[in-house]
């Protein structure tokens, strides 16, 4: 049965190796994006050098409007931590945004979404650099698909004949040379990071095959050669004093044209967990709320599908372990071809696969 496990094994990942470390590798550099961009652009971020209280948000709107050219404000995200700026979405351009400062109302950066290089790296991880993704992000795909079974394939190859050998398959050794080194770190570490990597691969498909990619053209697929049309925010203050009376302990709150959205604060959660209000436009007047708890579970498990693959549901622990993990994704494929080539070049006798 193993000899059958070891063609399944060594015909599938020989061709689709370096695929896999460049989908794990880059996945692992995704995994702190969001500490790293904080710490390399702090200013972006982080107000600088503002006092007092931030702007009514029909006043803040206002001022940022007068700074753009072609282009308008369409929603408010702000967090509930008062030294970071307000995150601004933009009507024209794919998810295109400002930093401002909420005191000031000057804008502090405009950040096309998907530039710089977390931007490519997501890109190479998703579709690997394919701009009309009708290649990249099938093989991406059909990659991970078969990554599940090279992992089950390798499980079943490394699984102990008896118990008397089951301590050994789980031990790195030095003592007997280089080449049984380089055989442990293949197969003993790949599965200590066997669950792991499974769970990345199958949330992966997940979001693969969901169609939540990101494309260049602008939110409203027109050209926007001309200033959009500005919303009408006068109730958006009175708005955000109720949603934060209602929400002592909200993470941000984001308000567009007619709606609000609640991200709580959460230690073990879906990250993706968000409370939405609708607001009469005209008179600020709450006509509907939709909890969290009681929105569709479709909803709620693609939360944590999309919370599961980044390793946000635990804050730095899981993030940490979710990076680690995809960093021995991507050094599998590495230590398999140099068994596979010592194998080949010696004609090595590799008992424990």
């Known amino acids: ?88 979405g933009l009507s024209e351009g794919f998810r295109n945004s400002v930093y ?112 939540h990619g990101h494309g260049g053209k602008n939110q409203s697929g027109k050209g926007g050669h001309s200033k959009p049309k500005e919303l009408n925010t006068m109730q958006w203050p009175s708005v955000l004093t109720e949603m934060q009376a209602a929400n002592p302990n909200y993470k941000t709150i984001a308000i567009q044209d007619g709606s609000a959205t609640v991200v709580q604060k959460f230690t073990f959660e879906n990250a993706r967990a968000s409370d939405k209000y609708t607001f009469d436009a005209a008179t600020g007047k709450i006509t509907d709320v939709q909890m969290y708890e009681n929105q569709p579970r479709a909803t709620k498990i693609r939360g944590w599908i999309y919370t599961l693959h980044v390793g946000s549901w635990g804050g730095w622990f899981s993030k940490t372990l979710m990076f680690i993990v995809s960093l021995i994704g991507a050094s599998l494929p590495v230590t398999g071809y140099y068994i596979y080539f010592v194998r080949r070049k010696k004609r090595l006798p590799l008992s424990r696969l």
């Open 100 to 211: 401002v400062n909420p005191t000031t109302g000057e804008i502090i950066e405009t950040v096309q979404f998907g530039e710089g290089f977390f931007g490519k790296m997501r890109q190479l991880h998703r579709w690997l650099l394919d701009g009309t993704r009708k290649i990249g992000k099938p093989v991406v795909g059909y990659t991970t698909l078969l990554f599940v079974f090279i992992l089950i394939s390798g499980l079943v190859i490394w699984w102990p004949k008896s118990r008397k050998h089951r301590k050994q398959h789980f031990q790195v050794t030095t003592q007997y040379g280089r080449k049984r080194f380089w055989l442990d770190m293949h197969t003993t570490i790949g599965m200590y990071a066997f669950t792991g990597l499974l769970l990345l691969a199958l949330t992966g498909l997940s979001i693969q095959s969901g169609g």
């Open 1 to 88: 049965m193993k000899k059958v496990f070891k063609v399944i094994h060594s015909s599938l990942a020989g061709p689709l190796g370096l695929i896999i470390t460049v989908i794990c590798l880059s996945g692992a550099i995704l995994v702190f994006e969001t500490e790293i961009m904080e710490w390399t652009h702090h200013d972006r971020y982080f107000a600088k050098g503002a006092t007092g209280n931030p702007l009514p948000l029909n006043e803040l709107i206002a001022k940022v409007n007068a700074q753009l050219e072609n282009n308008s404000v369409a929603s408010v995200q702000i967090p509930s931590d008062p030294k970071r700026n307000y995150t601004l």
